[in-house]
């Protein structure tokens, strides 16, 4: 049984950095793309960094944010810095094999910037 576990979630103030990271069990991240995706309130679940054979950004986080791995603790992070008031949102990880609609989903793990 494959699990996504997120952390690192919480309230910073604009300008500020946060490492979200996402335990995977039962199975090997290689075996996966993995993503990030986010929630804010009101609006729909919006991808936000993949990492595959590529990597991809979304045009709003690129140059502040960075999805990498971790391969022998299973774990794929998300750097975020210079963050905005804009990147309030739930964040999930995700694991798909065979696309997204068929993926593992992590619970989420919440952002807030505000000052």
């Known amino acids: 049984q494959v699990q996504l576990v997120e952390s690192g979630g919480g309230l910073v103030q604009p300008g500020d950095s946060l490492r979200l990271s996402c335990a995977v069990s039962?199975?090997?991240?290689?075996?996966?793309?993995m993503g990030w995706f986010r929630q804010a309130p009101g609006k729909e679940r919006e991808i936000v960094a993949t990492?595959?054979?590529?990597?991809f950004y979304t045009d709003s986080v690129k140059g502040r944010f960075t999805i990498s791995t971790d391969s022998a603790k299973n774990t794929v992070f998300l750097q975020m810095n210079d963050l905005k008031p804009e990147d309030t949102a739930v964040y999930y990880c995700?694991?798909?094999?065979?696309?997204?609609?068929?993926?593992?989903w992590g619970q989420g793990t919440q952002v807030i910037v505000s000052s």
């Open positions: 990492q595959g054979t590529y990597t």
């Open positions: 995700a694991a798909a094999s065979s696309g997204w609609e068929s993926a593992y």
């Open positions: 039962g199975r090997t991240v290689s075996n996966f793309l």
